[in-house]
């Protein structure tokens, strides 16, 4: 049996710390496409608002069925190809009205900390003081606009999307 010392603690805490801290930086992952452009999303509000649909021009239903808005759609088509927005702001400038539609996804993020601390004979049971390295690693949620379209007199006047 190989006698433990304090140098050899070290060096394997400090070796475990290594491995774990880039096995933690090579776990990120995609995050799942938003809801607005399912398909099958995009043709259950089809069928639920039928008459909406038949409204349209047929331009605009094309635009709907692929999940894309242009310049010039209502509300109501937006709400078929991308779905009810997550955050609506209504505005006024010079007395005209206007709103902005905001949808949301969200992206994982990985965390990881390594640290090394010490601590005092507080410590209570067999653990009287002493010092040592710790690792650490998270996963959080980002929320972040996705998508979004201005509209002004109930038309699209402008539209962004993030790739």
Same mark, same amino acid.
């Given at each position: 049996m190989i006698p433990r010392t304090n140098n050899f603690d070290f060096f394997l805490q400090s070796i475990i710390s290594i491995v774990l801290v880039l096995l933690c930086l090579t776990?990120?992952?995609?995050?799942?496409?938003?809801? #607005?452009?399912?398909?099958?999303?995009?043709?259950?509000?089809?069928?639920?608002?039928?008459?909406? #649909?038949?409204?349209?021009?047929? !331009?605009?239903?094309?635009?709907?069925? !692929?999940?894309?808005i242009v310049e010039g759609m209502s509300r109501d088509a937006v709400f078929l190809a991308w779905g009810k927005a997550d955050r609506v702001q209504q505005a006024s400038t010079n007395g005209r009205k206007s709103e902005h539609w905001a949808y949301f996804a969200s992206d994982p993020v990985s965390t990881a900390s390594v640290g090394y601390g010490g601590g005092g004979p507080w410590g209570g049971g067999y653990h009287h003081g002493g010092t040592g390295w710790g690792v650490g690693s998270d996963v959080h949620v980002v929320d972040y606009v996705a998508r979004s379209v201005d509209f002004a007199s109930d038309r699209v006047v402008a539209w962004q999307r993030s790739r």
């Open positions: 776990s990120c992952q995609t995050s799942p496409k938003p809801k #607005y452009s399912d398909h099958a999303g995009i043709n259950h509000r089809i069928k639920k608002h039928i008459l909406k #649909y038949d409204n349209l021009s047929e !331009q605009h239903k094309t635009k709907v069925r !692929q999940g894309e």
